[in-house]
């Protein structure tokens, strides 16, 4: 009997456990329908890259579309546990001789999903987005720490960069530029730059965005358009010309378009190229690094530039009137000066035309609103309209109302409400500021 009642138990829980056992599975296939099967879950593979600064090519490579995060970097160097500082002073003692030491280059971890992006198109966005020919430099920005690099994981990852290095070389060669330098080799000591570099040109937009890279396009690649062909300076004014180095999607490069480019009054020429070269026979000073670069050349040679655009307008223009301008006029225009009475241009002009700002060449006053007013400078009873601003002024221990140009915004001269009808307003304006148009010339 006991032995029975043990063969009836053991049935019975071997019994028990099939039917849970069976449940579970149930359950466990009845819950697989409301998640993602392993096939639908995205993959995800990782490449670390040296394109110079990170700054920028954490902003170029996050614009690819299956490119799910870009981290900034370090990356290559001997240091295990390197900060930003640890790199910045390592390459300083390497420069004066005081080290050998390989130092970290900065880079971004590209992390991509194959399914949407190959690695062949996340390297050509690498290609075209920095100068993989420049040494241990990018730009403006010098040393072993900006080295172009690709830092691969797997045979298959360094087979890809060999072969895209190698086609890309062919565009390169034929566009004129030397040998990449680009360094090729196994992952070595990754660190995760500190917070503050992350996503950094997303948290502290200064007005400008990293250059686009060489301009030659890798061959059967619609990631670019056609190579832009340089400026020719027969086309150019030799003299004086003004040139605006932009890259594409750079929305900084658009602002400086609205805000200054499309109401361009100036009387000196301008243009503006996608090309990073100056025109051919011309030279610039130094690379350039950022755009929009706006660069100022006479008899072709570079004689001042002006990197970047926020929205500053008196800022940009006060760069160029130092430029433009006689020390005499920055006098007046940049430090609210005055000129002695009588001493003055345009004192006696009467002839039909407008007086305009002498930097940006916009309207100021019509010479139809111009008086004798026997004080000494060119007075008017009318501004164009909108062509003006007007501020408190008490410098003198008095207030008076400062008039400057609504363009510039430099100083002109002040508003007085003792001039003839109809306005009763007499606007002394201090004359060498001004430049005069006459109708037949406009």
């Known amino acids: 009997m006991p032995s029975l009642l043990i063969t009836m138990l053991r049935n019975f829980f071997i019994t028990l456990f099939t039917i849970t056992l069976l449940s579970s599975y149930s359950y466990a296939k009845e819950a697989n329908m409301t998640t993602l099967k392993p096939s639908q879950t995205p993959q995800t593979k990782t490449i670390v890259l040296g394109m110079g600064c990170f700054w920028g090519a954490e902003k170029r490579l996050s614009e690819l579309n299956g490119v799910t995060n870009v981290e900034s970097g370090y990356a290559g160097g001997d240091n295990p546990q390197a900060s930003y500082q640890d790199v910045l002073d390592l390459e300083k003692h390497i420069r004066s001789g005081q080290s050998t030491e390989r130092n970290h280059a900065e880079v971004i971890k590209v992390t991509y999903q194959p399914e949407i992006v190959s690695l062949e198109q996340v390297l050509i966005k690498f290609w075209e987005n920095h100068n993989p020919t420049q040494g241990n430099r990018q730009g403006n920005d010098i040393g072993t720490n900006y080295r172009s690099a690709i830092y691969y994981q797997t045979?298959?990852?360094?087979?890809?960069?060999?072969?895209?290095?190698?086609?890309?070389?062919?565009?390169?060669?034929?566009?004129?530029?030397?040998?990449?330098?680009?360094?090729?080799?196994?992952?070595?000591?990754?660190?995760?730059?500190?917070?503050?570099?992350?996503?950094?040109?997303?948290?502290?937009?200064?007005?400008?965005?990293?250059?686009?890279?060489?301009?030659?396009?890798?061959?059967?690649?619609?990631?670019?358009?056609?190579?832009?062909?340089?400026?020719?300076?027969?086309?150019?004014?030799?003299?004086?010309?003004?040139?605006?180095?932009?890259?594409?999607?750079?929305?900084?490069?658009?602002?400086?378009?609205?805000?200054?480019?499309?109401?361009w009054q100036s009387g000196v020429a301008i243009t503006t190229t996608l090309n990073t070269n100056p025109p051919k026979g011309w030279a610039l000073e130094k690379p350039l690094f950022a755009t929009p670069t706006i660069v100022?050349?006479?008899?072709?040679?570079?004689?001042?530039?002006?990197?970047?655009?926020?929205?500053?307008?008196?800022?940009?223009?006060?760069?160029?009137?130092?430029?433009?301008?006689?020390?005499?006029?920055?006098?007046?225009?940049?430090?609210?000066?005055?000129?002695?009475?009588?001493?003055?241009?345009?004192?006696?002009?009467?002839?039909?035309?407008?007086?305009?700002?002498?930097?940006?060449?916009?309207r100021l006053f019509r010479s139809d609103t111009k008086f004798k007013s026997g004080t000494g400078w060119p007075s008017f009873f009318n501004p164009v309209e909108g062509a003006i601003t007007t501020h408190v002024d008490k410098t003198l221990g008095v207030e008076r109302v400062e008039v400057r140009s609504a363009s510039s915004g430099i100083h002109l001269g002040h508003v007085f409400n003792d001039g003839p009808a109809p306005t009763f307003k007499r606007y002394c304006i201090n004359g060498n500021v001004l430049k005069f148009v006459a109708d037949k010339e406009e």
Do not use: M
Request: aromatic share 12%.
């Open 155 to 263: 045979v298959k990852e360094k087979e890809v960069a060999e072969q895209t290095k190698a086609l890309y070389q062919t565009a390169l060669t034929k566009a004129g530029y030397p040998e990449i330098t680009t360094e090729i080799a196994p992952l070595k000591n990754y660190i995760t730059a500190e917070t503050y570099h992350q996503d950094y040109l997303k948290k502290n937009p200064n007005g400008y965005c990293g250059l686009g890279g060489t301009n030659v396009a890798y061959p059967n690649s619609n990631t670019l358009s056609l190579p832009v062909k340089q400026l020719d300076s027969k086309e150019l004014n030799s003299k004086r010309q003004l040139i605006v180095f932009e890259s594409k999607e750079c929305a900084y490069c658009q602002k400086f378009k609205e805000e200054i480019l499309n109401h």
């Open 296 to 362: 100022l050349f006479e008899q072709g040679k570079e004689v001042s530039r002006y990197t970047g655009y926020n929205g500053d307008k008196a800022r940009f223009w006060k760069w160029l009137g130092q430029r433009l301008l006689t020390p005499e006029q920055r006098k007046i225009a940049f430090e609210e000066g005055t000129e002695r009475p009588f001493t003055g241009s345009h004192l006696d002009e009467t002839r039909p035309g407008y007086f305009v700002d002498p930097i940006t060449g916009a």
